[in-house]
């Protein structure tokens, strides 16, 4: 059974940390672009950083460059979103999502909650 689990969301106030982590299961981990995802109430979902499978290259979307970093520690199928200096604007339901980049399957995981409080 696949599993993407996502936890380590909570209440913070402006300018604190938060350190996310989705732990993955039942399929190649090694072999998955992993991407965390945000939707806040009433807006789309919009991606918010990814790491690759191959190279561990980053990508961040421009309203968290320079405060999230994103890692993968393959031997242990993790994926952390390390979160500073967060924002109001931050608040959301946050998601891990993994993608084969070459077949396309695509998994996802449920959200957890990062509120941020000004």
């Known amino acids: 059974e696949v599993q993407l689990q996502a936890s380590g969301g909570g209440l913070v106030q402006a300018g604190g940390s938060l350190r996310l982590s989705c732990a993955a299961s039942?399929?190649?981990?090694?072999?998955?672009?992993i991407g965390w995802f945000r939707q806040a109430p009433g807006k789309e979902r919009e991606g918010v950083s990814c790491?690759?499978?191959?190279?561990?290259?980053?990508a961040y979307a421009d309203s968290v460059k320079g405060r999230f970093t994103i890692s993968r520690d393959n031997a242990k199928n993790m994926v952390h979103l390390q979160m500073s200096s967060l924002k109001p604007e931050d608040t959301a339901v946050y998601y891990c999502?993994?993608?084969?980049?070459?077949?396309?399957?695509?998994?996802w995981g449920q959200g957890t909650l990062v509120t941020v409080s000004s």
């Open positions: 999502n993994a993608k084969n980049i070459i077949d396309g399957t695509d998994y």
């Open positions: 039942g399929f190649t981990f090694d072999d998955y672009a």
């Open positions: 790491i690759s499978s191959s190279d561990g290259s980053t």
